[in-house]
């Protein structure tokens, strides 16, 4: 989960919500240069991050607050599989973009364990099978998984607050064509990301928030009780053409 602290408590954004704001943001992208297969990796970009279950797993540091998703370190490649498959009873391209994300997210561990590079070349192996099967060429398959990146990148950045002040520009990360792409905040706080690569001229996307009134929680069980009880909010971004 995505935790901010407020005067009162916390803020939390759930990771299965992030990624649902990151589909919306796929959606608006201009149909004309959509990657293939667009509906199905807009689901691919919803169901991303289902691993995350915020109500059954620990999610609570040592000194007793919200954990942040970066402050996680361990990896279980046991999970990373039945999430994999749970996304292949969808469809084998919605399997296959979640596939890449994996072996993006992990790659760097590649040379530390035998279980790192078992698992790295067993997806490898996979993505090219199914890439086979489903008649989809590597640079297709490259191309939605860089639609898929950039739209979980570009909802991180809303959900993380990272957006710049005084109308400076951030990078979001290149999309499917190989460009680059900047967001800005206005000082009216409308949202532009140039250059503009949306189906309409403005349109506003949102995601649930849950606000915690406690700082500290005594037990994993105190805080996944909080997170259900919790008041949530909804919070919205509203994007435009130029500013």
Partial sequence: ?????????????????????????????????????????????????????????????????PRDFTMDEETSYDLLQRHL?????????????NSMHMCYLNEQKRGTSAEADAFLDAQVKQQKQWCKELGISQTDASSAYAFMQWSDRLSLILCQNELPVDER??????????????????????????????????????????????????DNAALTEALKQSPRQLLEWTFVKGG
């Avoid at 749970?86 to 296959?96: I, T």
């Fill in 85 to 97: 498959e749970s996304a292949l009873h969808r469809s084998r391209w919605v399997a296959l973009l």
């Fill in 1 to 65: 989960m995505i935790v901010h602290p407020t005067p009162t408590g916390w803020q939390v954004i759930y990771h299965r919500a992030h990624a649902l704001l990151a589909a919306q943001l796929a959606g608006h992208w201009r149909r004309k240069d959509a990657p293939p297969r667009l509906y199905e990796t807009i689901a691919a970009i919803s169901h991303h991050d289902d691993l995350e279950k915020e109500w059954e797993d620990n999610n609570i540091t040592k000194v007793g607050t």
């Fill in 169 to 218: 520009s951030l990078e979001i990360t290149k999309g499917p064509d190989g460009k680059r792409y900047d967001i800005v905040q206005h000082n009216s706080g409308l949202l532009t990301v140039t250059p503009w690569c949306f189906e309409t001229d403005r349109f506003t996307v949102n995601v649930e928030a849950t606000f915690l009134s406690e700082v500290k929680f005594k």
